[in-house]
């Protein structure tokens, strides 16, 4: 009940926040002017809408993740405000738990905006809307996904670091995250034993953000496959239990001057 | 003096919690991350597709930042060559018109012309198997650099490797042996393949120039062991005709090749280039010592 409660107030917060309405004001205006882009081709008017669309909605929600995320612990720090909520019974835990929900919350009502545009311009396109178009759904519950765990990382910094570091520091890991199928490539082409095993270890321990992009598939109509709905689905589950877990133990044993 | 020992605070049981919650998770992963990266080898990629095929447009809406492009789109090429290498491709579909907008963007990228048309011309599955279209990406490459030389000479080596149209490449280096800065054995190797029209000295000639010219220690390898073959081809050659000749006058074959040595044919027994001595096998052929490191199978 306590961590709904703080979850509710941080979504409540994080809407009263500017940026977040710059950020989809201008997420809508690129996918409307994906249109655009597609009466200017020549034969892939739709799969460059298809796929504009989801990448904004995808890096939009990536900038909004990243720096609402930040702040969620460090603002309560700076401004004091962690003072008067730890000193209620609410345990840091809860806290942790209740901000992330929050934000999450807030992730998915901008990403439920920007899906509707998306889909708005898709339907001033064709003049219809079919029912595979549903498939689009997929790829945006995977940008979701992956917007989840890019929130993870950023309490997690957020935790230890100051707002501009932790900025930094995630942007490098969501980076990291997509490119970690070359890690394991240049740990399978390796003649060192050793090099190899610790290639294995990143690949396997960082996050890979490779298994959500599925935009490039679903542009070209192709179904989603059953087993990336359900090993994505348990893999950013547990993924975010690690970096809650992480965050909790990093956050309970901070202290506060 | 006085010892003072401070024991680690005892974690919490939440803590305890958290830390199980956190190695069970991440050992979770990796089978999911498996079986997600196993299924995904087998799925067919989607359609390939170049969204902007235009390298004009491109370069209108470049903002004027078309040679920063230029290098995106031959970073591009490369990444798209090399993916398609290691998942042993055969279908290199978008590198022609990857190459071309690379080289709209910038038509004075040399190494997108040199490199772009090796990609291009070799041999599937070592590239894309499409010479002509190496040839049209060179052609435009030598229009918009008139005075680089070494586009003519990559011309020459495609007709020469790839077209095995001799004239043509003799044709070709010797356009490029007209350039300024040309090197001097353009103008010799297009005397060459003129006349001999592939033959193994031209051969002998052209890796003898890489194996000079090569930066690349592999390279430099491969050529150099190239001209070995070529060496012990022509000494096989040259002690085949010896041992005819031997036949000949003794009215008998050579039972060795030390029998050519003792009739004064030889001043020693023959070694090929890597030092190993040749064989003479029971039908009266020369042939390679078992721990030659000369491949003759690299003139095949």
């Known amino acids: ?257 | 003096m006085t010892l003072s020992s401070a024991s680690a605070p005892e974690p919490k049981p939440r803590q305890r919690v958290c830390w199980v919650l956190l190695l069970l998770c991440l050992l979770g992963l990796i089978p999911i991350q498996r079986r997600i990266d196993s299924r995904r080898a087998n799925d067919t990629g989607a359609a390939e597709v170049l969204f902007l095929p235009s390298g004009e447009f491109l370069r209108q809406f470049s903002l004027g930042y078309e040679g920063l492009l230029a290098d995106i789109y031959w970073t591009r090429v490369v990444q798209y060559f090399g993916r398609k290498r290691l998942a042993h491709s055969t279908e290199f579909t978008l590198l022609g018109p990857l190459l071309q907008i690379t080289t709209d963007l910038d038509p004075h990228l040399l190494v997108a012309y040199r490199f772009g048309s090796i990609f291009l011309a070799d041999k599937v599955p070592q590239g894309a198997g499409q010479p002509q279209e190496a040839l049209v990406l060179l052609r435009r490459g030598i229009v918009a650099n008139p005075d680089y030389w070494r586009l003519w000479e990559d011309v020459g080596f495609i007709y020469y490797w790839d077209l095995k149209d001799y004239p043509a490449a003799a044709r070709a280096f010797l356009a490029g042996s007209e350039r300024p800065g040309a090197m001097d054995w353009m103008r010799v190797l297009a005397a060459r393949v003129a006349a001999q029209g592939g033959q193994l000295d031209t051969s002998k000639f052209l890796w003898s120039e890489i194996a000079h010219q090569a930066g690349n220690a592999q390279i430099r390898k491969n050529a150099e062991d190239h001209l070995m073959a070529f060496k012990a081809e022509e000494d096989i050659a040259k002690l085949d005709e010896l041992l005819a000749l031997f036949n000949s006058r003794q009215g008998r074959p050579a039972r060795s090749l030390q029998a050519l040595v003792v009739a004064g044919y030889l001043r020693s027994l023959p070694r090929d280039p890597s030092g190993v001595p040749y064989l003479l096998d029971p039908s009266g052929r020369v042939r390679l010592g078992p721990r030659s490191s000369v491949d003759l199978g690299l003139l095949e």
């Not at chain 1, 889909?119 to 992956?146: M, P, T, W």
Request: proline share 2%; charged share 10%.
């Open chain 1, 1 to 257: 009940m306590r961590v709904a409660t703080i979850a509710l107030h941080t979504f409540k917060e994080s809407v009263r926040q500017k940026v977040l309405y710059n950020l989809v004001a201008f997420a809508l205006l690129l996918i409307g002017a994906a249109i655009l882009f597609g009466s200017i081709s020549v034969g892939v008017e739709q799969i460059i809408l298809v796929t504009l669309g989801l990448t904004s909605i995808s890096v939009f929600g990536l900038l909004i993740a990243i720096f609402i995320g930040i702040d969620l612990v460090s603002k309560e720090i700076e401004r004091r405000t962690i003072y008067n909520i730890l000193s209620k019974p609410v345990s840091r835990v809860e806290f942790i738990l209740g901000k992330y929900l929050g934000l999450l919350l807030t992730l998915f009502v901008n990403t439920a905006v920007m899906t509707a545009g998306f889909y708005a311009a898709l339907f001033y396109q064709k003049g219809a809307l079919v029912r595979g178009d549903l498939v689009f759904l997929g790829a945006v519950y995977f940008i979701l996904l992956e917007l989840a765990m890019v929130v993870g990382i950023a309490v997690v910094f957020s935790c230890i670091s100051t707002p501009v570091l932790s900025v930094v520091c995630t942007f490098c890991l969501y980076v990291i995250g997509n490119f970690s199928a070359d890690l394991r490539v240049f740990g399978q082409e390796t003649q060192n034993a050793l090099l190899g095993t610790v290639c294995d270890i990143l690949y396997y321990s960082l996050p890979n953000f490779g298994n959500f992009n599925v935009i490039s598939q679903v542009a070209h109509a192709e179904k989603i496959p059953s087993y990336l709905w359900v090993g994505n689905s348990f893999y950013a589950l547990l993924y975010l239990v690690v970096l809650m877990s992480i965050a909790i133990l990093i956050f309970e044993e901070r202290e506060f001057r």
